[in-house]
């Protein structure tokens, strides 16, 4: 069916360290994927996104990286910041014909400690 | 502020009440999205406009709920007979004609008691 869904539900890490969160999606037709932050009492806060076409795509302190091979998706955060501390959620949407919706995992909270 | 905006942010409201939601999205942005999510799950796809016209429901949006877009800028969701199932954050989002990253607002608290 049409999920998207990650691996672990919680990552602690130091301040200072790198962050790896994962996402695994089963829709093949999926071709493009956001990465979303969510802090508490706030709306999903946009990170990066990647289309389908690209295996790596790089933000400020943030890279996504897409293998499609094996339907997985993770967000690289670079020398994670207490400011980093917040629910991350992957999301995919299927751009071709009217179908716009974003399909949510479930989310991973993210807690850097300092 | 020029960002997605969400009134009113929390609601308290007893079951059987009927409530209203609004959201205005970012200038010129034309698609508008509705999504509600529970605590500790992600958004849910509720329903989305292109302009005026709403171009998908999901299954979770029930005929006790409306959306409307009468104007292609701001819109309306409205819940009739309100349930505690119901009890939710339900986030707006828009995106610009073109564009496929989505903009949410901060949300409303629903909460029927």
């Known amino acids: 069916g049409e999920s998207v869904g990650l691996h672990l539900p919680t990552l602690s890490v130091q301040e200072g360290d790198n962050s790896i969160i994962n996402c695994a999606y089963s829709n093949s037709a999926s071709d493009y994927f956001i990465w979303y932050k969510q802090e508490s009492g706030k709306g999903p806060q946009f990170i990066i996104d990647?289309?389908?076409?690209?295996d790596k795509r790089q933000g400020q302190r943030v890279t996504v990286l897409l293998n499609k091979t094996v339907k997985h998706l993770s967000l690289q955060i670079a020398a994670t910041q207490p400011g980093d501390s917040a629910v991350y959620f992957c999301?995919?949407?299927?751009?071709?014909?009217?179908?716009?919706?974003?399909?949510f995992g479930k989310g991973t909270l993210l807690t850097v400690n300092p | 502020d020029t960002g997605v905006s969400q009134n009113p942010r929390h609601k308290i409201t007893k079951r059987g009440q009927n409530v209203t939601f609004r959201c205005d999205p970012i200038s010129e942005h034309n698609r508008l999205y509705w999504y509600r999510q529970t605590l500790g799950q992600g958004p849910e796809f509720l329903t989305y406009f292109q302009n005026e016209a709403q171009l998908e429901k999901s299954r979770l949006l029930s005929d006790r709920f409306s959306a409307e877009r009468p104007k292609g800028s701001f819109s309306t969701l409205e819940i009739q007979r309100t349930e505690q199932g119901d009890s939710a954050m339900y986030l707006c989002a828009s995106s610009a004609p073109g564009g496929h990253e989505q903009y949410f607002g901060p949300g409303t608290r629903l909460t029927v008691t």
């Open positions: 999301a995919e949407n299927r751009s071709g014909g009217s179908n716009y919706k974003l399909t």
């Open positions: 990647i289309r389908s076409n690209m």
